[in-house]
Structures are given as structure tokens and as C-alpha cells.
T-cell receptor
Framework: GQNIDQPTEMTATEGAIVQINCTYQ??????LFWYQQHAGEAPTFLSY????GLEEKGRFSSFLSRSKGYSYLLLKELQMKDSASYLC?????????????FGQGTELSVKP | ETGVTQSPTHLIKTRGQQVTLRCSSQ?????VSWYQQALGQGPQFIFQ???????GRGNFPPRFSGLQFPNYSSELNVNALELDDSALYLC???????????FGSGTRLTVV
């Protein structure tokens, strides 16, 4: 089967660091994406990992371990505007044209 | 032109009716996918088109159908609407050389 798991909700304090974990089981794998989605808006691309290791982009970093079926998104120096849903998605290249399989999203609340 | 635009932004329909949702992708984005996102959930893959041909489909009944046009626009049609079809419908596109998908801001469909 195909399954992506991430925590439903997380709370963190402004200025702190938060790590959002994602585990996946898919029949095919061609990369893992993290998207940010504010309520009522489009998901916006944050990061893409296809090889193992850490990808850093400003305050955001994403890590992938393909052997463990595991990824995390690390957000540093949290700001109030980081309050949003964070979606983990795996691209399944070998089935159905390379669709994205999404987790349910992690609702992050940043408090003062 | 940049970005992915969807229309309309909001729509209310009655059970049993038919609806057409539209998406205009960036020039050169010859792959377009449609997703359904229920409240509090991650997006679910409906289908994908590449160069005007459907090349992937998720677990949605045949009353969900689509078209892609040469001008990088596409449509999602839903017949015999049911109450459970109420959701945010997202269009996402990419060009062949890119792994990342660009999402539109979605159409919020309410079936009453």
C-alpha cells in the first residue's frame, strides 16, 4: 500500500526551532516534497529531496533517508507567519504518471 | 505569464448538478494534475494529463473527467455532484524538466 504519516498538529514558540517528521511507504519513489499551505491558499513549494541527506534553504532545511522511508522539515528562527499547514508529499514515478501522494498535513501554530 | 490560475475561486452547486472547473498553467508546463482537498486533509490525486492525454488516475469514479488543451489550460468536470464532492480543488502543473509542481490557489466547491 501507499501511506504517508506526519503529525496532525504541532505548537512552537516564536524564535525557536521546530522539526516536522514524515514517514512514507510507497510502491515507487522519485523524490519527496515539502509544501507550506496557509488556510484557503495554494500549497507553495518549500523543498525537494531525491537523494539522502540534508538540503538547506535559508531558515528551512529538509532531510531524507530513503532506506528508512523518513524525512523531516526543520524550521529555524520561527516567525508568526510560519503558522500554516506543512504537507509532505512523495512523487510516485512508476504509477499513474508520477503523481504526488500527500500526507494529511501538519498544522503548525507559532505562539509569541 | 507566470503562475497557475484557477477559476472560479468559489462555487456553490446543488446535488446532482454538473460543474466545470478551469485551470490556466504557465507556458511550457505540459503536465497538469488535479487534486481534491477536503478540509483538514492533504490533497488527493484525481488525475494527470501530459500533452493532452490522461496518463494517470487516482481512486475517483468516472464522473470525474478532464481535458487538457494545447494552450496549457485544462478543465476538471464533475457530473452528478454529491455532497461529499464539497472540497478545495487544486490544479498543479510542471514542465518536463522540472520535478517541482506549481499549484493554483484552488476552487472551493460547495455542494448543497
Amino acid at each position: 500500500g501507499q501511506n504517508i504519516d506526519q503529525p496532525t498538529e504541532m505548537t512552537a514558540t516564536e524564535g525557536a526551532i521546530v522539526q516536522i517528521n514524515c514517514t512514507y511507504q510507497t510502491s515507487g519513489f522519485n523524490g519527496l516534497f515539502w509544501y507550506q499551505q496557509h488556510a484557503g491558499e495554494a500549497p507553495t513549494f518549500l523543498s525537494y529531496n531525491v537523494l539522502d541527506g540534508l538540503e538547506e534553504k535559508g531558515r528551512f532545511s529538509s532531510f531524507l533517508s530513503r532506506s528508512k522511508g523518513y524525512s523531516y522539515l526543520l524550521l529555524k528562527e520561527l516567525q508568526m507567519k510560519d503558522s500554516a499547514s506543512y504537507l509532505c508529499a512523495v512523487r510516485d514515478l512508476y504509477n499513474q504518471g508520477g503523481k504526488l501522494i500527500f500526507g494529511q498535513g501538519t498544522e503548525l501554530s507559532v505562539k509569541p | 505569464e507566470t503562475g497557475v490560475t484557477q477559476s472560479p475561486t468559489h462555487l456553490i452547486k446543488t446535488r446532482g448538478q454538473q460543474v466545470t472547473l478551469r485551470c490556466s498553467s504557465q507556458s511550457g508546463h505540459n503536465t497538469v494534475s488535479w487534486y481534491q482537498q477536503a478540509l483538514g486533509q492533504g490533497p488527493q490525486f484525481i488525475f494527470q494529463y501530459y500533452r493532452e492525454e490522461e496518463n494517470g488516475r487516482g481512486n475517483f469514479p468516472p464522473r470525474f473527467s478532464g481535458l487538457q488543451f494545447p494552450n496549457y489550460s485544462s478543465e476538471l468536470n464533475v457530473n452528478a455532484l454529491e455532497l461529499d464532492d464539497s472540497a478545495l480543488y487544486l490544479c498543479a502543473s510542471r514542465d518536463r524538466g522540472s520535478a517541482g509542481y506549481t499549484f493554483g490557489s484552488g476552487t472551493r466547491l460547495t455542494v448543497v
